[in-house]
């Protein structure tokens, strides 16, 4: 029976977390158990002792506590050196995507037509996201596209699953994002090094700054500065 891990990078999400750590327990997926990884990253309000309160026995739930937020990047990371799955997918800690997904997600990996599959929340049209999201999104995957020769629509999309085969090309590289540049960091090291990127419609159910939405205008110019940087540097 093959193993999925399930990273959960988590950042003041009392709100959330314990719904999203039940919802990923709930998935079956046919010859596949789960880990799940949940990396609390300094949170600063209740989020430790709602996971702590969270049931743990049959979960297969591993609880990390870094002493001071570092950053998502530095949490997906920790997440990465701790899974021992033959999968792995990263899962936000907030309710903007759905864990009955994984299936979509992984059967590519799991049948071998692809060792990455990212969630698209725009390859089919979603009339909930914001047109500023539309926007910096487009111009975000569109650059990484430029730069790197791929073809991509959702180059943000925290729903990125990969086989454990994929892993030992991430540690060569030296994954050094510390916050949100994780994402075009990754994509471009996979992008560079030809590692191909299958992309799968998602649904997604965005929340607003005021539900808690991490992701700020300087995350997006940072964005810019990872891709460039991954491309010339």
Known sequence: MKTLSVIIPVYNEEQTVAEVIE???????????????????????????????TPKKGNGLIVHNQLINLGKGAAVRTGLALASGDFIIIQDADLELNPQEYYKILSPIVSGKSQ????????????????????????????TNCLFGGHLTDMETAYKAFDKKVLGFLSKTKLRSLEFEFEPEITAKLLKNKIKILEVPIEYHPRTVAAGKKIRLKDGLEAILTLLRCRFW
Do not use: H
């Not at 919802?23 to 996971?51: C, Y």
């Not at 969630?119 to 650059?143: D, E, H, P, W």
């Open 23 to 53: 919802r990923v327990a709930a998935v079956k997926l046919p010859r596949i158990k789960k880990e799940i990884i949940v990396v609390n990253d300094g949170s600063t309000d209740r989020t430790r002792e709602r996971i702590r309160l």
């Open 116 to 143: 990455v599959v990212y969630g698209s929340r725009f390859a089919k049209g979603q009339n909930a996201i914001s047109l500023r999201t539309k926007v910096a999104n487009g111009m975000l995957t569109a650059l």
